[in-house]
């Protein structure tokens, strides 16, 4: 479980949102809704430890995230708005680097795979320098194929996706929730999930409901 109690974020002198406070448990995905400048990214971040709150506690399966450090971290993948892959690298090099640094190292051939299952089949030898914003979208996207963690993060992972990529992912996000994952995202896509496993928050310009 993913514990969130009285969440505060200040970004320079603004105040983001406070006392934000809400549980996502096995098998719940959260979507997260807000204009831009409301915090949606910089929430996402603080939660996976890469940003750090100005108020409350961020708990999982009842510890703090800061003290189970890489315990926790070996839980989570974070897939931000920004691709975070090297032009320099083939698609399958930077998969094989991705997926040893979030702790799932894979051979050559499950990182062909993968690219290949993600619509990518004959570009995975490529610079990814030469390839289009959707193509390197689906790079970025190919580590939730070989990925263990039980929580997913991610940042518009719809962004730039035709419409078969986004009816393969949103099958992807389907299978890792049945299976008993967890996943927060923003989207401006409908995400094809039960009703019954999906939470909302809305983030504002002063301040964050409550789930």
Known sequence: MLEVAGLACIRGDRKLF????????????????GHNGSGKTTLMRTLCG?????????????????????????????????NGIKDDLTGVENLRVCSALDGCPVTERQAWDALERMGL?????????????????????ARLLLNKSRLWILDEPFTALDVAAVDFLQSIIRDHINSGGMVILTTHQEVKITREQVLELRLGWKEAGHV
Request: no cysteine.
């Open 18 to 33: 406070s006392d934000l406070s809400f549980t996502l448990e096995e098998g719940e995905l959260l979507r997260l809704h």
């Open 50 to 82: 890469l940003s750090r709150e100005s108020a409350g506690e961020i708990r999982w399966n009842g510890a703090s995230i800061h003290k189970l450090g890489e315990e926790f971290t070996r839980e989570v993948v974070y897939i931000g708005h920004k």
């Open 121 to 141: 089949m004959g570009h995975e030898d490529l610079p990814s320098r030469v390839l289009s914003q959707g193509q390197k979208r689906r790079v970025a996207l």
